[in-house]
């Protein structure tokens, strides 16, 4: 009974930027760990980046200094800032997070996907 919607996505020039977001609803205590990954035609899911609860980061080598990842905890939100998009940052991008429910377990979830597309 916990859901993730990314919103946010859509076509940008190379060198934009674009702003995701992740918003977790239902029977939700707290979420913890959250994060990005995306997947392009015919890939593998990567990893993008990730952010514990108290705000600790960390990203993939290919994102690194272009990214940044947030979260609002009041609104169990997540974001990712993309600067300097470039035509390989095009694909699918998912929302992921641990989210301890009311009745106490910890799950993991992830959300219907957005698609970015980079190209002039």
């Known amino acids: 009974q916990v859901q993730l919607v990314e919103s946010g996505g859509g076509l940008v020039q190379p060198g934009g930027s674009l702003r995701l977001s992740c918003a977790a609803s239902?029977?939700?205590?707290?979420?913890?760990?959250m994060g990005w990954y995306r997947q392009a035609p015919g890939k593998q899911r990567e990893w993008v980046a990730a952010i514990t609860s108290d705000g600790s980061t960390d990203y993939a080598d290919s994102v690194k200094g272009r990214f940044t990842i947030s979260r609002d905890n009041a609104k169990n939100t997540m974001y990712l800032q993309m600067n300097s998009l470039k035509p390989e940052d095009t694909a699918v991008y998912y929302c992921n997070a641990d989210v301890r429910d009311r009745t106490g377990w910890v799950r993991n979830y992830w959300g219907q996907g957005t698609q970015v597309t980079v190209s002039s």
């Open positions: 239902g029977s939700i205590f707290s979420v913890n760990a």
